[in-house]
């Protein structure tokens, strides 16, 4: 690699500072067998050029090789983390040149203790960066100590836990997505009662963290505007979608003034497919995530909104992070977060959800 910044050359430096090539060139990869003398004066010319190297040049001549790995939730095709995968892969097809390999590890959601399991195997593949969708902290927290202990860099997809310091999120910023669709769905309908769908799994409700940080924005606008509005909650199970039908039966009956509802998760198509079943046509109904049977549910007036956080953005933008930081030796934002969209019958068939 015989050019650099502008005109300046290997060459050129070499000469104000009196040394040869092969000690500049040593010196801008941090090889050993150079006199200290030596490096000062390649410094100082370095220093006084203001001289900034072609990073992409470098990383691509240099042939090592890079290990991404990711810990994501387990999902089946066309669900929420699907979408996160692909932009994953995407990215990982436009940074091919620079020797990545990538691997994903899985763990159950409804089982938050596998996350330990999954993240002691991908240690020991000893990644030079990691992508984690975190779950609770008793099981986060000691995976990220041993990062930091190693010096290896992650990044939080979908969620932030500031407190764990990772190098950087991809998010969208939850507590404000929260408080936009309360927002939203009080001007749907301004009523005082109105319905929270959550899921449950062996007797627990199941919720991301960023799950309670829109529940928590949501409490927050009502208390502050709509301090009289009165939430009802119904907790469904995940894996049974006959108890399902019969808690919303009940559910619906117990509540006959309410004629509104949130779920906060990206499974409002359960919500919406109850509506179409029992053709209940005078509720409305605001869910999350661009995905194909949410979209349907849209199409046919079931779901009157969806909000969208790009997961295919996030999972590309993550990638994007590792290969800044660890292979271009960049800064990188800390805080990526990814819009706050809305989603209706108008404008479903026309929204990109690509990056």
């Known amino acids: 690699m015989d050019e650099f910044q502008g005109r300046i050359r290997i060459k050129d430096i070499a000469e104000q500072a009196g040394v040869s090539v092969g000690t500049v060139d040593r010196v801008l990869h941090g090889r050993p067998n150079v006199s200290e003398k030596s490096r000062l004066k390649v410094e100082e010319i370095l220093k006084k050029i203001d001289y900034q190297p072609n990073m992409y040049a470098s990383a691509l001549a240099s042939n090592k090789r ?15 983390w699907s979408e996160v995968e692909t932009g994953i ?54 995976f990220t100590d041993l990062l930091h202990e190693r010096d290896i860099p992650f990044v939080f997809v979908d969620s932030d836990l500031p407190q764990l310091h990772p190098l950087a999120f991809y998010a969208q910023h939850s ?47 009502m208390k502050e505007h709509h301090p009289d509005t009165i939430i009802h909650t119904v907790e469904l199970p995940a894996k049974n979608f006959g108890r ?34 029992r053709e209940i046509r005078d509720f409305r109904l605001v869910g999350y995530d661009h995905l194909d049977r949410n979209t349907e ?16 953005k996030q999972g590309y933008g993550c990638i994007q992070i590792l290969v800044e930081y660890v292979i271009f030796k960049k800064q990188v934002v800390r805080q990526n977060y990814v819009p706050i969209e809305l989603i209706s019958k108008e404008n479903v068939d026309f929204y990109n959800r690509t990056y």
């Open 89 to 142: 892969h995407r990215a990982h097809q436009r940074y091919n040149d620079f020797n990545i390999h990538m691997d994903i590890f899985y763990y159950d959601p409804f089982h938050p203790e596998t996350f330990a399991t999954q993240s002691t195997e991908l240690l020991k593949d000893e990644p030079d960066g990691v992508i984690i969708n975190p779950t609770i902290m008793e099981y986060t927290s000691p």
């Open 244 to 277: 399902q039908l019969d808690q919303m039966d009940d559910f619906f009956k117990a509540h006959p003034n309410m004629h509104a509802g949130i779920c906060f998760n990206s499974k409002v198509f359960g919500v919406g497919e109850y509506l179409e079943k």
């Open 66 to 80: 890079y290990k991404f790995l990711c810990i994501l939730p387990q999902h089946k095709p066309g669900e929420y």
């Open 175 to 221: 507590q404000k997505s929260g408080y936009f669709a309360a927002r939203i769905l009080k001007m749907l309908a301004p009523g005082c009662e109105l319905g929270l769908f959550r899921q449950t799994f062996a007797g627990h409700v199941v919720r991301s963290n960023q799950q309670r940080e829109r529940e928590a924005g949501f409490m927050q606008y």
């Open 297 to 312: 549910m849209v199409r046919n007036g079931w779901v009157d909104f969806l909000i969208d956080q790009h997961p295919w």
